[in-house]
């Protein structure tokens, strides 16, 4: 199967992407109406932590859902088969200041919620295994802000050398 161009990989991951947007889009609208009805059934300090959670989340999702047009954007030039561009250098430089600043807020989700709001997080397992999982989620945010800033030095190299074999007779 082709990587680039009309039926190709690219175009196959661009519709995914696009249901992905709109599935997250979804489930941010409707998430405050279902925290709406269980909020009625808990006390006022567990409401607080989930507002708190929720928070986070939310902070969180936002330059989740913009890094999300942004690798929609890059795999529309695949399809269009425009593959070596500073275009797609810059969202991938773009990209990677997102999933930073995703790291930096599951961070935060840890020290605050975990520490300062929550007091014991050994108090149940749930609440252990929340944090775990922050902790997972920053880390691979992180991670993968490093991985995106290294793939568009990458990126700018062959742009470079494309760029050069091109003016060369």
Do not use: H, W
Not at 53 to 62: D, E, K, M, S
């Amino acid at each position: 199967m082709k990587v680039t161009g009309k039926r190709s990989i690219s175009s196959i991951i661009k519709i995914f992407l696009i249901i992905l947007f709109i599935s997250c889009i979804i489930s941010m609208i409707s998430a405050p109406i279902l925290i709406k009805n269980i909020q009625n059934n808990l006390e006022n300090e567990k409401s607080i932590e989930i507002i708190t959670q929720i928070t986070f989340l939310y902070t969180a999702a936002i330059p989740a859902l913009i890094m999300i047009l942004e690798f929609e954007k890059i795999f529309s030039s695949f399809e269009k088969e425009i593959i070596f561009s500073r275009k797609i250098e810059k969202r991938l430089k773009r990209t990677s200041m997102y999933c930073l600043l995703i790291g930096i807020i599951f961070s935060l989700n840890a020290l605050v919620c975990n520490f300062l709001i929550s007091g014991n997080i050994f108090e149940t397992p749930f609440k252990m295994m929340y944090l775990i999982i922050i902790i997972l989620m920053s880390m691979i945010f992180l991670i993968l802000s490093i991985g995106m800033m290294v793939l568009k030095n990458i990126y700018k190299v062959a742009i470079d050398n494309k760029e050069e074999n091109d003016l060369t007779i």
